[in-house]
């Protein structure tokens, strides 16, 4: 792995096509980066002037008088690999290409990126690019980019009085808006550390970037901008590393709705779709998304406000001197999944003393404006912090005003040291910046918008559930032993499609579908003779590789309820299934006896071209699939992801004792999950899917059926691949 | 109805309650009327003071040397019908009350809400609050309130320039957001002409303001905070009047979500639960709902700069020269419910002149920098504008530097002028102010969050697509002639509770569920004959209004085959009616033949505590409803409104053609809402609740079977009420 350390931190620069106009980039970065106060020296490269913006140019980085640490390519991309290797055998260790004209061009773009990244591997150069917008070191004040975002103009790289004790950094695949950031932060005092650009990443990626971060362990919170994850397994690596050492990662994931793919979106893209892979990944690993700037920044200001008071749960106290901003900020709340209950009466009789009759203490707390003049926002605060029935305090404020928050401040300051609980700020009204200087001494986050605040809390309650989770159980995704060999050799010895009869005995191994299995037939008499030994009624079903759709074919019969029936069916459903496939190679007629009812669950596996295999789940039949209420996550999952994720369904509900039913058997249903998580995981290569469709879950305690179960291996073509597993 | 102009616009003031401590209120606010150059007198009153803070004050309103045109009343709540009764005597036709203590502290309270309700009507007196913050008529420079969003040190009043041509007004139940809307909207330079905030609305209404401004004429934009309407049928008449005139009222409604019910939720609350209501009143009324500030101002902003240029449809074009924020906004547009589709090949062809290969003119069209600075924003606009494949377009701008906008300031007015699509601008950095003041001159909205940017479009779309219909069909709430009498009669002489047997001729006469009646017996012999007669599978139903769960209690059989089946099921259904309610008043079995297989739907009616009987409509079975997709519309409603209505359902995919089914009668359904409809709003007076459930829905141009049905009527204790219906 090269040396990040000489690519954010070089002591000296070479600018390879810096040019003395600077209405253009190879004239603006030059004049960029010497307009901040960089220590170390800039070399301008040019190959037709002598001088540039009045600094001695040279030729070629080997006509230097050192060897410099980073090179800036910024030359036309045909000259770029050229340029690279002539860095290289300089013995120049890092470069950041801002050149555009690479794979978003074309084939001969996409070799060219192909030859960067030999190159880069061939003299272990650390190379950001191409197609990069370049990076910002802060710390450094090396802006070695031509955004006007870092030009002095825009005001201070750092504000004056920075926002609680912590450093931002910000990795984008997107040059444009990963300096926006920078921008956009600077009315909210946030201190950055790094903002670096990665582009088409032909070598160094944004895992790359956090990796290095982490490590160095000045960075507090990362901001990522991700169009396409490149390496996937070290995206997962680091982003674990990140939730074991407490640095949030907040993430905006750009095109996740592709308007061409949606009007074609078939039924499989809509189960198996990149966006929700990526919201698994996310789910799973604690990151946390937003919608654009503002949600992001919003996230990042809480965490480097609070530091480490985040909420043990989702139970939010308002504290309001304004009862209609109090009621919306409780319907925020709510919107956000928070619960705002009633506080103990303990904590009511306490506020009684300074909330007037025409206020309540309920939750929201309405104090009035007359019961806040006499508490003070730090006391309200504090006596709602101490209700044992929330995790967290959200106080509405109007921060036009800053001098009752100034008489208020070594009181916020003392609440902060003391109450492990985060106390959010929430104006109604334009903050002045004197009220931003003094919350952010105080350690109190501010929001200007009400969902925003909500949201949040929100997910700072679920990053400390995560990371708690997490730091029990040792490692996200750890593996367990199993019946491992020898479901590999069958599975190695296995057709492409593994109908019922074939899969089942594979995942019976790992205790699936043992309560249901059924057995295999070949005539109706035999047929007949099973289903009276099972003694219920019982179903039949063609097993045939070329038949995956039974219930289409006509190759089911459902409920049959003696011999007679049994026999009828059983030349019913051949017939129809011949009649179906006419060339189908028949294995055989699976008896199985009828679940009982229960609730109809879906539970699979699926590939997904980035993340790999991810189990989903969902509730079963046409309606729900519909509503797409259908989730994923990467495999294997252990008991607590698994029963998070049932919780996470929109249906969850129906699971609960619902108009007369009994409560599902969910623990039943969580342990499925596991073990298809870790069959799945154990032999990932192997498998293109797995369904068991429908997985009938009965009440409480009584256990689950598999009712179906159909196993599709991996390497045959993908159009082949996905009209077998529909 | 008393005059509110005289409220709005008095030519004389008497602030009863003034005082010289301008830190209080009472001092507050006569200072703040004082530090505006309103042209009127304004007189304080005082018991106790000769003067108040260096004018002379009088004692009472009946010692002024005038008869004022306003009084506004901060004293004690106690004082404050006998100082009102001292205004109307001595002439003042208009107060407005800022004093608190009223129905928010109890029924003494409520009591003098009621006193002072009468004697506002005894002398005709516009009369606003109590509990209120008062009001501001910007126009005039009359600050009668005492928030310090109109302080003169919280900014000018009005912007120095103005955006768009219009003027918003203000109108708030809650004093503190009211008024908020004018400190948080001064950044975007609106225009404002009224803040009124009316409190606890013991005379006058959030309606009666918006109408008395409609009638005005000079107010474009209403931005609306209602935490409950007082008035329904006053406030449908005046959102209809609104949107007829093409006047936008932009709501937020506070409320939505209340901890304690939320807790206790039950099913009944969630179908007919009031924040549905609301919602289906402003979807009907074309009100846009906004969750915070910025997003009702994002709404006022877009309408305030692009007047009548707006989305005739929700498809979208996206110019942009940073691929990521382009892809960024497009992800905005598709979760905002907006198309954005592939250009059409002309358009393309167009653009190809100025873009180069390592842009795309698709759509986003991403220019590059290269591409924009050759075209210009206005330019590369009016380019996708002439798509006849878009209704709209948005520009990805970075508004940190104004100079490129500058250039480009006469071609976008003429773009403006010229093109009758609507051109939003999106930045990603933040704004310069004389960006901010180009693009208010050239009437291009300014955006910078890409969400807000998105749904702004798509809530003007609505509208537009709304008002149009509205204005083809005259009138928003139009009765119908239907077969009124006959029914009103019948249902006058029912019991409270009519069951299946007895509703079903009522509805018939309506043309519901005449496809499946079944025929009411009274012993199994008859019951065999009958469905002999019919021919086809039956069901048996025990008929009476003590038992409406039927299922539950047993006392319904399906799927009969045969006379046999029939003869048995008959007894046993009547058995287990006895044993579930042993006194039940049993009035006979429907027999009635099965329907055909479908998509399950639950239709029906009922009565919300503030807006009436609803339409309710959604898919059956228990999970829709766990999923909380029930849709409601106020009745009588149009098959167009109907239809829109199943549009919005998230399960409204399953009436489509989907994995094998056919697609559903869409229409027959949407017939059916109507009759519904009409039939409840004929008969709203004496209709509790309706319900037919299910409904299956078959295939394309097969029509439907109402397969139950259960009037309740009005007019028993709400307890029962609910039982029965549930």
Known sequence: MPDIGKLLWPKSVA????????????????????????????????????????????????????????????????????????????GIKAAAILSSGFA?????GTRMQREIAAIAQRYDMAVSGPNSEGFANI????????????????????????LGRGQVSVISQSGGL????????????????????????????????????????????????????????????????????????????????????????????????????????????????????????????????????????????????????????????????????????????????????YGTTQNPVDSTAQGVQKLGYAQFARLVAQSPSVDGVIVVITARRSAFLEADLPKLKDLARECPKPVFMWTYTLPAERT?????????????????CARTMRAMADYRALRERLLETASIAEPVTSARTMVAALLAAAPLVLSEYRARPLLAAYGIGTENAGELVHSGEEAAAKA????????????????????????????????????????????????????????????????????????????????GLLLMVGLGGVLVEALDDILLAPVPLDAAAARALIGRLKAAVVFRRYRGLPPADVDALTELMVRLSQFSADHAEEIDSIDLNPVIVHGEGKGLSVVDALIVKRDVPAAERRGAAE
């Open 178 to 357: 990963g300096f926006a950031f920078l921008d956009r932060a600077r009315p909210r005092n946030i201190k950055f550390r790094y903002i670096a650009t990665t582009g088409n990443e032909a070598a160094l990626e944004i895992s790359d970037f956090v990796d290095y971060m982490l490590d160095e362990g000045e960075t507090d919170v990362f901001l990522l901008l991700i169009e396409a994850v490149k390496t996937p397994g070290k995206f997962k690596r680091v982003a674990e590393k990140a939730l074991k050492a407490g640095k949030p990662l907040i993430v905006g994931k750009i095109g996740q709705t592709d308007p061409g793919r949606r009007a074609a979106a078939s039924h499989t893209a809509v189960l198996a779709g990149s966006q929700a892979a990526y919201r698994a990944i996310f789910d799973r690993y604690g990151l946390i998304e937003g919608r654009d700037f503002d949600e992001m920044l919003d996230v990042a200001v809480a965490f480097l406000a609070c530091g480490d008071r985040m909420p043990a749960g989702r139970r939010v106290g308002i504290c309001t001197a304004s009862g209609g901003a109090g009621i919306w900020m409780a319907d925020a709340c709510a919107a956000a999944g928070l619960d705002v209950p009633v506080l103990d009466a303990a904590t009511r009789a306490a506020l009684d003393a300074y909330v007037p009759s």
């Open 532 to 611: 009276q030994a099972m003694g219920r009624l019982v179903a039949l079903k063609v097993q045939s590789a070329d038949i995956p759709h039974k219930t289409e074919a006509g190759a089911v019969a459902l409920n049959l309820v003696d011999a007679d029936a049994v026999r009828a069916a059983y030349d019913r459903v051949l017939t129809a299934a011949k009649r179906h496939v006419p060339t189908a190679q028949i294995d055989g007629v699976l008896v199985q006896p009828m679940a009982p009812p229960g609730r109809e669950v879906i539970l699979g596996v699926n590939r997904d071209p980035t993340w």
């Open 139 to 162: 710390a450094a004040s090396l802006c070695a980019n031509f955004s006007p975002a870092s030009d002095k103009s825009a005001g201070l790289l750092t504000p004056a009085r920075p």
């Open 15 to 90: 600018v390879v096509g810096a040019s003395s106009d600077t209405h253009g980039l190879r004239g603006r970065i030059f004049e960029i980066i010497r307009s901040h106060p960089f220590a170390g020296t800039v070399y301008p490269i040019s190959r037709s002037a002598a001088e540039v913006q009045g600094v001695k140019a040279y030729p070629s980085v080997e006509a230097l008088p050192e060897v410099v640490d980073l090179a800036i390519l910024i030359v036309p991309a045909a000259y770029v690999p050229a340029e690279l290797e002539r860095c290289g055998r300089a």
């Open 436 to 452: 931003i200087e003094i919350l952010n001494e105080a350690g109190n986050p501010l929001f200007t918008g009400a969902p925003g």
């Open 104 to 108: 978003e061009e074309g084939e001969t």
